[in-house]
């Protein structure tokens, strides 16, 4: 009796723990498919349930970034960028966004930091840190020493 009992136990318990783990994976996959509908508001809330299963989803805070930018509410943006990095320091999308922030606060020595970084990991993304760091050098004050 003993015997059946663990093995139910067990069998319970696998079963949960697989569910468990591919919850998340289906609350990003809704959530990215909302994002692709434009319905922030909705996709929102599933990246946060994916959080939830999977704290280290840098994926789900990258999309979270993403709606936080469209709303304007840089705050939230730059806490979920920053916590996608923190997951994944070599995510190039991350890393481009977080940039733009920057700029955006004219924090010129993060954006060259972050450009520094930048330039080691950039696979798709490079032909946009050119374009930042023109933005850059049209925007930072020049030197002059008459």
Do not use: H, W
């Not at 723990?17 to 990215?32: M, T």
């Not at 994916?50 to 979270?64: Q, T």
Request: aromatic share 14%; with cysteine; glycine share 2%.
């Amino acid at each position: 009796m003993k015997k059946i009992f663990k093995y139910i136990l067990f069998f319970y318990l696998a079963i949960n723990i697989f569910s468990f783990s591919i919850g998340g994976e289906n609350f990003f996959n809704k959530g990215l498919e909302l994002y692709k509908e434009k319905k922030y508001e909705d996709a929102r809330f599933m990246f946060e349930r994916s959080i939830v299963f999977n704290p280290k989803d840098s994926n789900s805070y990258l999309y979270l970034a993403k709606i936080y930018n469209i709303e304007e509410d840089q705050d939230k943006e730059e806490k979920n960028l920053e916590a996608t990095l923190l997951i994944e320091p070599n995510n190039e999308e991350a890393i481009l966004l977080s940039m733009k922030m920057a700029l955006k606060k004219s924090n010129y020595s993060k954006v060259k930091d972050l450009s520094d970084n930048f330039v080691k990991v950039c696979k798709k993304l490079c032909e946009e840190n050119k374009s930042i760091l023109e933005n850059l050098a049209n925007l930072e004050p020049k030197n002059n020493d008459s």
